[in-house]
């Protein structure tokens, strides 16, 4: 990879070689800038990651970016709203099939699967299963680029929650699997679903595992002072964060409870 481009301020316009992100206008605390929507490709045919929301605006400025480019398919990282709900419009507007896990989410085109490798214009997207944010996460390699692609599985700023169609244990295996693959891979930036490049995958991994060793162990420490619903645990772990998270918080300490429930 002879190039990484993060501007300042924004992740919109974020790029690698043959990689480029179109900032979705939908920012939120969960969705933190807006969702990212990647354009795969650097000749005349394209893969598009991630339409976003179903925003008008975002879908024509995607189709209009493109030129004379051609979208040979959409690709999902996973079916939340946010990510796959302007997938049927888009798919209509560039005359492309839509590719995810989940068969809810597809249109017109075969499925995903770990292993896979969607090509376009000879540049190779490899696909990794990476459950637990929700069932159905996926992360996309480009070796060419030696980036990955990582959805809400790593995110650019914070942490993800794990969301009630995911799992604790399946995101922990999914991060240590992305860690092994960083290493192997010699990665040199995760490209997230949310928020700005990462540029060194490892130290952002590694981040990641110690952040959710450190929660565990808050969580057992809370329920050792008497705390048991998801609510409790929050007003004492997350006493510090800004109460508008506290439901998505609560949904990630069901899911450790879950976890260590199950130890």
């Not at 839509?98 to 292993?115: K, M, N, Q, S, Y």
């Not at 244990?169 to 040199?188: F, G, N, V």
Request: glycine share 10%; with cysteine.
């Amino acid at each position: 990879m002879s190039g990484l481009y993060i501007p300042v301020g924004t992740p919109d316009g974020s790029r690698t070689d043959h990689a480029e992100n179109l900032l979705a206008p939908n920012p939120s605390v969960m969705t933190l800038d807006g969702t990212n929507t990647w354009v795969i490709g650097a000749g005349e045919e394209v893969v598009v990651v991630d339409p976003g929301p179903d925003d008008e605006s975002h879908l024509l400025r995607v189709r209009d970016h493109l030129k004379e480019r051609r979208v040979t398919e959409v690709l999902l990282t996973h079916g939340h709203f946010d990510h796959s709900g302007g997938a049927r419009r888009f798919a209509d507007l560039v005359k492309a099939p839509v590719r995810a896990l989940d068969p809810r989410h597809r249109l017109g085109g075969e499925g995903l699967a770990d292993g896979d490798v969607v090509t376009v214009a000879g540049l190779e997207i490899h696909v990794y299963a990476t459950p637990g944010h929700s069932f159905d996460s996926l992360c996309f390699w480009l070796p060419q680029d030696r980036a990955m692609l990582t959805g809400d599985t790593i995110l650019g700023r914070g942490t993800t929650i794990i969301a009630r169609d995911g799992g604790l244990a399946d995101y922990l295996r999914s991060l240590d699997r992305l860690r092994a693959a960083a290493e192997s891979l010699a990665a040199r930036a995760l490209l997230p679903g949310h928020g700005p490049v990462l540029p060194d995958p490892i130290g952002a991994l590694d981040g990641y595992i110690a952040h959710r060793r450190e929660r565990l162990d808050q969580i057992r420490a809370a329920r050792a002072q008497g705390a048991r619903t998801p609510r409790e645990i929050v007003k004492i772990v997350y006493a510090e964060v800004d109460r508008s998270l506290w439901p998505a918080a609560e949904m990630s300490v069901a899911a450790q409870l879950d976890y260590l429930d199950r130890l």
